[in-house]
């Protein structure tokens, strides 16, 4: 992520310690996660774990390894979230990370090319949100102008 992004979310944690998990997973485990799942971590989204663990971003969970106080106690981990979307959704996220959901609870993923995508469930389609995990974070979720 680039040093403008980190500030930005340094300062929101900083001001808001609640939104970030209070632990942060080790880089062997970010990686035993990344295998779980069976795709690759983005590079970003792999900082953002290794440096946050999980949070809520803004108006939207960030799933990760660890999850924060204001996150569901159940809905936290990219694990199984990922794992639970794929068993309830059968077309269009099963080679997708499933780091986040909107307010609808329509999963937000990343496919193996690093690309960010929802899938809504009421009309069964997915749509290209981002070009990539940093991306997301900044135009979804901080709000930041490309």
Same mark, same amino acid.
């Given at each position: 992520?680039?040093?403008?992004?980190?500030?930005?979310?340094?300062?929101?944690?900083?001001?808001?310690?609640?939104?970030?998990?209070?632990?942060?997973?080790?880089? /062997?485990?970010?990686?035993?996660?990344?295998?779980?799942?069976? !795709?690759?971590?983005?590079?970003?989204?792999?900082?953002?774990?290794?440096?946050? %663990?999980?949070?809520?971003? @803004?108006?939207?969970?960030?799933?990760?390894?660890?999850?924060? /106080?204001?996150?569901?106690?159940?809905?936290? #981990?990219?694990?199984?979230?990922?794992?639970?979307?794929?068993? #309830?959704?059968?077309? @269009?996220?099963?080679?997708?990370? !499933?780091?986040?959901?909107?307010?609808?609870?329509?999963? !937000? %993923?990343?496919?193996?090319?690093? $690309?960010?995508?929802?899938?809504?469930?009421?009309?069964? +389609?997915?749509?290209?949100?981002?070009? +990539?995990?940093?991306?997301?974070?900044?135009?979804?979720?901080? $709000?930041?102008?490309?």
């Amino acid at each position: 992520m680039t040093p403008d992004t980190i500030e930005r979310l340094d300062n929101m944690f900083a001001e808001s310690p609640v939104m970030r998990a209070d632990e942060v997973p080790t880089s /062997d485990e970010v990686d035993s996660a990344s295998q779980q799942v069976c !795709i690759p971590f983005s590079e970003d989204y792999r900082q953002f774990l290794l440096r946050y %663990g999980g949070a809520m971003v @803004g108006p939207y969970p960030v799933f990760g390894l660890r999850g924060s /106080d204001v996150m569901e106690d159940d809905r936290w #981990s990219v694990i199984d979230v990922t794992n639970e979307v794929r068993q #309830s959704v059968t077309d @269009g996220v099963s080679d997708w990370v !499933i780091f986040s959901e909107d307010h609808s609870g329509n999963p !937000i %993923g990343m496919d193996v090319n690093g $690309k960010v995508w929802i899938f809504d469930h009421d009309f069964g +389609g997915v749509t290209e949100l981002a070009s +990539g995990f940093e991306d997301y974070i900044r135009t979804q979720c901080l $709000k930041v102008e490309a």
